[in-house]
């Protein structure tokens, strides 16, 4: 009988753990997405996401129609395109978000491409390292990824606000878990 007890207790505390482990990253997400941007930072950073061939994907255009809005409210701002090339992708992220941000009216004086990064850690990182040094900067995403991105920030020594960009229904389920996922993994290794 007090092997059963200790059972029952352990599948209990299993499940109340990973019930945590879903509800705290979601949590954040949803907080990280009230820190919107209101022009207060000289830089916003786009981070870049899938590109088909030279198109971007619709995650990423939601991302750029965010951006595009964003940049005509605060005409002072400079846009950092931050996505490198992944092996199944004719051009880099950046250059997808370059090209499609000057079709769309974007000046490309206020375009700085960062076309080396392969994560969202290295987004912010390599964009540091090209920009001037700033206190902090507003984040153009996909809603979902900016509790990780805003987290990595601060890791680098960045404060920032955030432009929360749709995500495409298609793909909410799957990032949603990945997402959730990704956030704890950032939270433990600080990457």
């Not at 879903?22 to 820190?35: E, F, H, S, T």
């Not at 920030?153 to 949603?176: C, F, H, L, Y």
């Not at 959730?180 to 290794?189: D, H, N």
């Amino acid at each position: 009988m007090k092997k059963l007890w200790g059972i029952a207790i352990m599948v209990v505390l299993i499940i109340v753990g990973l019930g945590m482990c879903w509800m705290l990253p979601g949590d954040r997400i949803k907080q990280a997405q009230l820190m919107k941007a209101n022009g207060n930072y000289d830089y916003a950073i786009i981070l870049g996401a899938k590109v088909n061939g030279e198109v971007p994907s619709l995650s990423l255009r939601y991302r750029l129609e965010s951006a595009v809005e964003y940049a005509a409210q605060y005409p002072h701002v400079q846009l950092v395109l931050s996505g490198g090339q992944g092996k199944d992708e004719d051009i880099s992220e950046a250059e997808a978000m370059y090209r499609y941000l000057k079709e769309h009216g974007i000046a490309k004086e206020r375009l700085v491409i960062e076309d080396q990064s392969t994560s969202t850690y290295e987004n912010l990182q390599f964009s540091q390292n090209i920009i001037p040094e700033v206190a902090g900067v507003t984040i153009i995403s996909s809603d979902y990824h900016l509790a990780r991105a805003r987290f990595l920030a601060r890791q680098i020594g960045w404060e920032s606000d955030v432009v929360a960009a749709k995500t495409p229904e298609s793909v909410k389920a799957r990032v949603g878990l990945r997402e959730r996922l990704a956030l704890l993994k950032t939270w433990l290794f600080r990457r």
